[in-house]
């Protein structure tokens, strides 16, 4: 097999040595031919300067700041090889990635087991609780089974990302979405494309083994926006259970806001407790989980009406 490995990258500093470190390491399979692809995406931190630090990656320096999903078609149609396989920068892949994937022998092909620790940080508490429950009962996956096919009928429900993901040149090129937006949920809605246009089963496999360096510090609140945009974008563009209730709830706090202010700000303490109860499953996760909650709650609910502002206008 011949593989293009591509690492789309925005100011990636903080990670980046410890990414490209990592995929140095790899073990290739024999008869494998491999070529590494950074692309820089405008970075304006020193991004570029970590990248000329290893010669045998091809650097590929885009203008401006375009979006993770122009970075990646950039690099795709860059690959010389028939394969490619997306690794994020914030993604320490283990040294026998290539290993298993020619055991597994099978594409689209997705890590499964991210190394995921409930107690790094109190950001990560939520967002693991979180993941807990939406994606029931598969996540964490080790404790559900190596092998999770994700398919039409499990779409929805499965934990699912681009951060470490092997699949067919072509396959990837027929699934980017026409709309190339930064805060587009591209990672998504090019899996959805893969499983539903394609007609292909996504095997996420815990062989495949990453450790994923998540968000931290003054990071996550413009994260956590961004995160609002693009579930925005992609739960709440269509009518379903998420865009009604969004909308319901709408409508409620906007009332609540003219009419009653201080019973709006009742309900929302409340709703907070109610949530947090919901997600916490030991004593020493409520702290974290509402002072998270109270902070990054609003951000979230401010990125999705920015976005479906944004759609209303383009429309």
């Known amino acids: 097999m011949n593989v293009s490995i591509i690492i789309p990258v925005y100011n990636g500093e903080d990670t980046l040595k410890l990414c490209l470190d990592a ?19 405008g970075s304006t931190d020193s991004t570029r300067e970590i990248a000329a630090e290893y010669p045998e990656v091809r650097v590929i320096n885009l203008d401006k700041n375009s979006g993770r999903i122009v970075a990646r078609k ?3 149609e860059n690959a010389k090889y028939e394969n490619i396989l997306l690794i994020d920068s914030k993604i320490e892949v283990s040294s026998d990635n290539l290993l298993k994937a020619e055991q597994i022998n099978y594409t689209p092909l997705m890590a499964g087991e ?3 620790h409930k107690y790094a940080s109190d950001y990560d508490t939520l967002m693991y609780l979180i993941r807990r429950k939406f994606y029931k009962p598969y996540f ?15 779409f929805e429900r499965a934990p ?7 699949l067919k040149k072509d396959v990837f090129l027929n699934s980017i979405p026409e709309i190339h937006e930064k805060d587009s949920s ?18 996420r496999h815990t062989g495949i083994s990453v450790k994923y360096h998540s968000r931290a510090g003054r990071n996550v609140i413009p994260w956590m926006n961004h995160r609002g945009k693009t579930f925005a974008d992609h739960y709440l563009s269509s009518l379903n259970l998420f865009s009604a209730a969004y909308f319901i709830l709408a409508v ?50 401010a990125g999705t009406i920015e ?9």
Not at 23 to 41: A, C, F, R
Not at 279 to 301: N, T
Not at 307 to 315: A, D, G, Q, S, T
């Open 252 to 301: 409620v706090v906007i009332f609540m806001f003219i009419s009653r202010p201080l019973t709006l700000m009742a309900s929302a303490a409340i709703l907070i407790l109610l949530t947090s109860v919901y997600l916490c499953e030991a004593k020493r996760d409520y702290k974290p989980v509402v002072k998270q909650l109270l902070i990054l709650g609003p951000v979230f609910i």
């Open 114 to 116: 991210l190394n995921d």
């Open 307 to 315: 976005k479906l502002f944004r759609k209303i206008v383009r429309k």
């Open 74 to 76: 950039t690099g795709a």
């Open 23 to 41: 995929v140095s390491t790899l073990k290739i399979p024999e008869g494998w031919n491999i070529e590494v692809l950074l692309v820089n995406d």
């Open 140 to 154: 964490p996956q080790k404790e559900y089974s190596e092998q999770l096919w994700i398919g039409k009928t499990n």
């Open 186 to 203: 591209d990672d998504t809605a090019i899996l959805k494309n893969i499983v539903f246009d394609q007609d292909l089963r996504i095997l």
């Open 160 to 166: 699912k990302g681009t951060g470490w993901l092997l």
